[in-house]
């Protein structure tokens, strides 16, 4: 027994070295960063993004995306340093060189093996690198490799090199046998012989005062390094020192020094030499052998460890306070009192002692007791009358240093309001579980009254108002209560439920509470107080301005005059002093969402620097002033810009270049343009504002895309699709929680347009256009003259047709002249004809019958008259005329042809072309048939006709003729 009670001391002796609150801390496995589970070293540039040593490459992180860059030959990377050119050296095993970017902006490998003399380049691992003026110095066991204008340089030692470290610029190594050394124009020097040095291997130098190093050592603790010699610096801490191993150190700011170990985690000590804090696997570190230490530019801390990477939030104004952390109770209130911090839990009271002098108290060292007699459910803690009273499930306590005094065992008392606002007051109500409890304070000492008769509900919330003897109660679901209490306290006169009917927004979720000298109630619908003159509750026009229509659930007013809220397990706090024109602010505390405990918050604002914020598994400090002026302006950095749904599609690797140099923002020269095909697009951008991730929100714009800005969000990818032709601009800015916007990071890049809108195809369309339109012109010339050609062939045509009609017309009237002519010709022929057929009848009959007056000369004269009549020419030459006329001029041709046909076979051509008989012929031309004969044979001879040739036929054909 006497054993484990010496053991119990012990720990919490030790754990009472380490400050009372704790900041948070972050772990990162392999998990989250998919690569080693070792991690070496640390470093961080100019944007804030982080670079580590990791078994399996260089490991960057820019708080939200990790990207893993290997090494040529695979092996672990074991230090990492960044110059002032941005290039990240690192030490692997064989293997020096440094990352850049590319063109792209993605980092690419450029490796500094074969600069090293050729025998040289056998040297393990590199555990130290060190940057002089741009100068680089990486150490290995056997060797120390200087890089400088592209050529290597061999530093050799008789034995080992053990350590490598820069401080105030100059650079410092251990030689196993020849002390710590200094370098200096290429030498490396004696600096200090201690004898010490033989047998401890330094870890580090870090800058302690005017002329002071502090040194550290791996197995014999610290050491100061005055005038070139070492002082050992006695702590209180060197048996974890000597045990534990000190594997690293760095300062983190004027008085702090952190420690990295190799079994115990990560140690803040003083400048005295004082423990600060001790961070450790039972306090959230993955591992507890730390293989390096990084104060990043917000002073916070980073430890790449054996197994992962953790992240102390060392500079945060928001810690977390465990009164116990064996049993993780939920902390329901708090109080400071006669120096001493009181958290009332789940499960009892505890109290811890505050330094004199910290102002914030969650620096103060110390450790938290149980305060006996307390166990079970702490509700409220209230200081009246100086004096530090407990509300509790077993009844009302009053604390008096270590132990609970039992003042009323009525179950269950909520909070305590004194009636008097003068001190010290003589009477106190308090809400229980069963109502109103009255308390009397007399001669520095309380007693219990007895329960105020007339009610018996819980009231959790109660605000007295002593102008008018009442109290004001809200109850869950029914409304709110107004008390108006007798004289002597031990009744109520008269109860009044007010309910929706009479203005409240609700009949449930309503709240009383004190503040600004106001009785004011908490609503699903903003702050309402009561019109004692309309009897009804009307909105307040205390805090709705800004409180408006928020459900609030708790409000708490600080000595500031600033009032604290909590809206949906949000804290938040309405700033007078920080108001803007006639309108106070209002900040929220992203990093304390949905860790209260909704139904039972509790707020308790000592001062600006000490908040305490009841919580499901601690209580957490915040330090407001701190946080307001601690808050950085956001910054933004643009991860990876890549091809949507493609493989290996990394556009952009996050890193702008400028003529060959690291720049901040794009150059003009290096816009990237896209095919048309990969026109959807990826962005990452996230901030490095590591400890402030869940306060920070973006807001985005494709200028060339979208018309405004989105609003804004904490996601931190976003995809376009589908993207026209175009110049576009991707802009990405940070908001933090204060409403601080970071300058904007832009990225501009070009979407060509696709294969059928591209110059030389316009061209081609161009010539095409004008192809077509020649063709087109060519072709409707074509057209027209083919039209022309047609219309001139159809008006030809018409042409051929109507003289064609006028030829036939022509003709039929031709044929009819000639029909008539011949008609002529035939009645003539026939009158000839007949006449001659007359005549030679006459004449017939003449000769034949003679009479007695033959020789009479009248007889005479008679037959004289018919031979000229048989004789005359008249009818010839009518008839020659008519025949002509019908034949084309017969007579004509044929005479031409034969002149020697005589006029007689003129007239017997004609008459054979009538197609006349050989009678018909005798008649006409007054012969006999058998001359008729003759003469055809006659005329046959001269127009020298064959016997085969019918004269008819040649008579027809020589008229066509």
């Known amino acids: 027994m006497i054993l484990c009670s010496i053991f119990f001391l012990l720990i919490f002796d030790a754990r009472g070295q380490n400050q009372i609150a704790s900041p948070q801390i972050v772990n990162y496995k392999n998990d989250d960063y998919k690569a080693g589970t070792q991690n070496w070293d640390v470093a961080q540039d100019e944007r804030g993004i982080l670079y580590f040593g990791n078994n399996e490459g260089l490991l960057t992180f820019n708080g939200h995306f990790w990207n893993l860059y290997r090494l040529p030959n695979l092996t672990v990377i074991r230090s ?57 110095f990486f150490r290995s066991i056997n060797k120390i490799l200087h890089y400088k204008e592209g050529s290597i340089k061999v530093y050799k030692t008789e034995t080992e090199w053990q350590f490598l470290g820069l401080v105030n610029n100059q650079l410092y190594a251990q030689s196993q046998q020849g002390g710590l050394m200094k370098y200096n124009n290429g030498i490396w020097r004696p600096f200090c012989e201690d004898e010490v ?29 005055v005038n070139n010699k070492l002082i050992s610096k006695k702590t209180e801490l060197d048996k974890n020192f000597y045990s534990d191993r000190i594997y690293c150190c760095k300062r983190v700011n004027e008085q702090w020094f952190a420690i990295g170990t190799t079994s115990a985690g990560v140690i803040i000590i003083d400048k005295k030499g004082n423990l600060v804090q001790k961070y450790t696997f039972q306090d959230g570190l993955q591992n507890n ?8 530019k917000h002073k916070n801390l980073w430890l790449p460890s054996d197994d992962g990477i953790d992240f102390i939030e060392l500079n945060s104004p928001i810690k977390s306070i465990h009164p ?17 911090l009181y958290i009332g839990t789940s499960n009892g009271l505890y109290q811890a002692k505050l330094e004199k002098g910290q102002r914030d108290f969650s620096l103060s060292k110390s450790v938290f007791t149980e305060v006996s007699n307390a166990s079970g459910q702490v509700w409220n803690l209230d200081e009246i009358n100086g004096h530090l009273l407990m509300g509790h499930e077993d009844g009302c306590f009053e604390i008096t240093g ?57 009231l959790r919330f109660i605000a007295f108002d002593n102008s008018s003897n009442t109290v004001w109660a809200s109850h869950p679901y029914r409304g709110v209560f107004r008390l108006q209490l007798s004289a002597d306290l031990k009744s109520i006169d008269k109860k009044t439920i007010y309910t929706q009917k009479e203005g409240l927004p609700s009949n449930l979720g309503n709240y009383i509470y004190r503040v600004k000298n106001r009785i004011v109630v908490a609503t699903t619908k903003g702050i309402y107080e009561f019109d004692d003159h309309k009897k009804r509750f009307i909105q307040s026009n205390l805090l709705n301005a800004t409180l408006n229509n928020f459900t609030l659930r708790y409000l708490k007013e600080d000595p500031d005059g600033n009032v604290w809220f909590v809206t949906d397990k949000t804290v938040g706090v309405v700033d007078f002093q920080l108001s803007s024109g006639n309108k106070p602010s209002v900040f929220y505390f992203p990093e304390l969402n949905d860790k209260i405990v909704k139904g039972f918050e509790s707020i308790y604002p000592y001062n600006k620097e000490n908040i305490f914020i009841g919580a499901s598994k601690a209580v957490y400090h915040l330090n407001y002033k701190k946080y307001i002026d601690n808050i950085s302006k956001p910054t933004v950095v643009l991860g990876k810009v890549k091809l949507s749904g493609q493989e290996d599609s990394t556009i952009f690797g996050g890193y702008f270049l400028n003529e060959g140099k690291s720049s901040l923002t794009q150059s003009s020269k290096d816009i990237y343009k896209l095919s048309h095909s990969y026109n959807s697009i990826h962005f990452e951008y ?28 904490d996601k931190m990818e976003k995809d376009y699709t589908n993207l026209p032709a175009g110049k576009y601009s991707f802009k990405v800015k940070a908001r933090n929680n204060l409403g601080s916007d970071s300058l904007p990071v832009v990225y501009t890049f070009i979407v060509l347009p696709p294969w059928y809108q591209t110059w030389w195809m316009y061209c081609f369309y161009g010539l095409l256009i004008s192809g077509i339109l020649l063709y087109v012109y060519r072709w409707q010339q074509r057209k027209h003259q083919e039209e022309q050609q047609k219309l001139q062939y159809m008006h030809q045509l018409e042409l051929d047709r109507n003289e064609k009609e006028i030829v036939r017309l022509e003709k039929e009237k031709l044929a009819a002249d000639i029909n008539y002519k011949n008609k002529e010709l035939s009645i003539i022929t026939m009158h000839m004809v007949e006449r001659g057929k007359v005549l030679a009848k006459v004449k017939e009959l003449l000769v034949k019958k003679p009479s007695a007056d033959e020789n009479a000369t009248s007889f005479r004269q008679l037959l004289r008259l018919i031979r000229e009549v048989e004789n005359g020419e008249q009818d010839w030459n009518q008839f020659t005329m008519h025949f002509n006329n019908v034949n084309d001029d017969f007579f004509n041709k044929l005479k031409n042809t034969y002149p020697e046909l005589t006029s007689t076979e003129l007239k017997l051509c004609a008459y054979i072309k009538m197609n006349l008989s050989t009678k018909e012929i005798a008649q006409l031309m007054n012969i006999t048939s058998k001359a ?30």
């Not at 991730?693 to 494709?702: G, I, R």
């Open 80 to 136: 990492v340093e960044i110059d002032s050119k941005s290039r990240i050296y690192i030490g692997g095993q064989d293997e020096i060189g440094y990352f850049f970017p590319g063109n792209n902006g993605s980092l690419q490998y450029h490796s500094l093996i074969s600069l090293i003399p050729e025998n040289e380049r056998r040297f393990s691992d590199i555990w130290n690198i060190c940057i002089v003026n741009d100068e680089v």
């Open 289 to 296: 052998n730390i293989r390096g230490l990084l104060i990043d």
């Open 197 to 225: 040095l033989k047998n401890a291997a330094i870890t580090s130098v870090a800058n302690f005062g005017k002329d002071t190093l502090l040194v550290s050592t791996l197995k014999k603790g610290l050491f100061y390094l």
């Open 402 to 458: 270590p132990t609970a005094k039992q003042i009323y065992n009525t179950p269950g008392t909520w909070l305590f309001q004194p009636v008097s606002n003068v001190f010290p007051t003589r009477s106190i109500i308090a809400g229980t579980y069963k109502g109103l409890q009255n308390i009397n304070f007399l001669n520095g000492a309380f007693a219990d009254l007895g329960h105020i008769d007339g009610l018996y509900e819980s």
């Open 324 to 340: 116990d952390r064996s049993k993780q109770t939920t902390s329901y209130a708090i109080n400071v009192f006669n120096d001493q």
């Open 932 to 961: 008729i004969e003759v003469a055809r044979y006659r005329l046959r001879k001269k127009l020298q006709l064959t016997p085969e040739t019918n004269l008819y036929d040649f008579l027809v054909k020589t008229s066509k003729d």
């Open 686 to 713: 996230s901030s490095t504002l590591f400890e402030q991730q869940k306060n920070t929100v973006f807001s985005y714009q494709l200028v060339g895309f979208d018309d405004d800005w989105s609003p804004w969000t």
